[in-house]
């Protein structure tokens, strides 16, 4: 069965490299994928993500500054949801578990 999960969350920009924006994941979703889901290098998890009407798979990865997952966004979902720094993203993922 798959885990589902919708929050909003603020895009942010990483510091040391421009051109990668993130959304954190909630804590609790954070603690609920690394209880169920299989890791895969550097500890990410591959997920289906949605913002508005725009779909992509992807991976999140293991934040230890925040404790919890981030999820990389990249340029061409920002423009086709018009968002920013600072924007705040309705995030939809679904992760399909392992048995």
């Given amino acids: ?13 990483w510091p040391a ?3 990668w924006y993130f959304v954190t994941l909630p804590l609790d979703l954070a603690d609920d994928i690394r ?4 890791p895969a290098g550097f500890g990410s998890v591959k997920v289906h993500a949605e913002i508005g009407s725009t779909r992509w798979s ?5 934040d ?6 981030v999820l ?7 423009r086709a949801e018009a968002l920013d720094e600072g924007s705040e993203a309705m995030v939809r993922l679904r992760i399909e578990l392992e048995g």
């Fill in 1 to 13: 069965m798959p885990l589902e999960s919708e929050f909003a969350a603020e895009l942010w920009r």
């Fill in 17 to 19: 490299k421009d051109a």
């Fill in 35 to 38: 209880s169920r889901a299989e």
């Fill in 58 to 62: 992807t991976s999140v990865f293991p």
């Fill in 64 to 69: 230890t500054s925040s404790g919890s997952y």
């Fill in 72 to 78: 990389p966004v990249k340029a061409a979902v920002r």
